[in-house]
């Protein structure tokens, strides 16, 4: 189970994951945010309890309990090749773990810039939640793995989990190939290498579920989408729940739910 407290803008969040509905109880949090479990099948009882912003989900589920020749079976063969590729190129991978990565706070300013940067670069608003990764590595409940160019130290892709002993999330995905365009097939072998190695980074630490975050879509997918569904995983429907807690969660609620009226 994940379970960790941040404050941002006054607000206190509070992030529950791989956790089934009937067992959250809540605290003194003004929001709560959950992801559904992939075992919980029926949430309706806790959503009904609450004043909140419910959002179905497309997400990529990958078993990590069957074998790693049958894994690497599923992957496209293009991005077996492109695996292979990358092993044989000077690229190595760091896995870092929750308290481990707070000590390295250059690490974190990069990842944070690199993240930003790629928004920038496409003209987009997202920008990194640097309070919930920091709750989230102070709980033991992230690991950020990295992929590195050997001949420059310089780090090419980072990948951000949020995990308990059971399950593995991936919550964040940024590379410098919006900066380093001439680096571009480099840094997609980088990228595809890390995932196959983080599926059995995962695996090897004893985990069973592999999420890939969210899809736009399973029957018109995007380019992000197709990436994903390239490594053979299941797609699955999901919730995204977000629930008032107090007064001052209701208002914030209400504001998203009012933001997303105006989207439509």
């Not at 379970?3 to 994951?17: L, Q």
């Not at 990565?101 to 810039?113: A, D, M, R, V």
């Not at 709980?139 to 951000?160: F, I, K, P």
């Not at 002993?165 to 571009?184: D, I, Q, R, T, V």
Request: aromatic letters at 12%.
């Amino acid at each position: 189970m994940v379970d960790f407290s941040f404050v941002r803008s006054g607000i206190r969040f509070r992030e529950i994951m791989f956790l089934n509905s009937k067992e959250i109880i809540f605290g003194n949090e003004d929001v709560c945010l959950c992801h559904q479990n992939i075992g919980d099948k029926d949430i309706s009882d806790i959503i009904e309890q609450k004043y909140s912003k419910v959002d179905d989900q497309f997400t990529i589920y990958t078993d990590l309990t069957i074998s790693e020749d049958e894994l690497n079976r599923k992957i496209s063969k293009n991005f077996r090749y492109e695996i292979r590729r990358a092993q044989r190129e000077n690229i190595t991978l760091e896995f870092l773990k929750g308290n481990e990565t707070l000590k390295n706070q250059e690490i974190l300013s990069h990842f944070e810039q690199t993240y930003n940067n790629m928004f920038v670069e496409k003209h987009m608003g997202n920008r990194l939640n640097m309070k919930y990764v920091i709750a989230a590595l102070q709980a033991e409940s992230m690991v950020l793995s990295l992929a590195v160019d050997g001949r420059t130290g310089q780090v090419l892709v980072y990948h951000a989990y949020v995990i308990d002993e059971n399950n593995a999330l991936l919550l964040y995905s940024a590379s410098k190939l919006w900066e380093e365009k001439e680096l571009g097939k480099y840094i997609g072998f980088a990228n595809k290498y890390l995932h196959w190695e983080d599926m059995l980074y995962m695996r090897n630490s004893g985990r069973k579920n592999f999420e890939w975050g969210g899809i736009a879509s399973k029957d018109t997918p995007n380019g992000i989408d197709k990436f994903k569904m390239s490594f053979g995983g299941e797609v699955i429907q999901l919730k995204n729940c977000i629930f008032a807690n107090s007064l001052k969660g209701r208002a914030y609620v209400k504001l998203l739910k009012e933001r997303g009226k105006k989207r439509r």
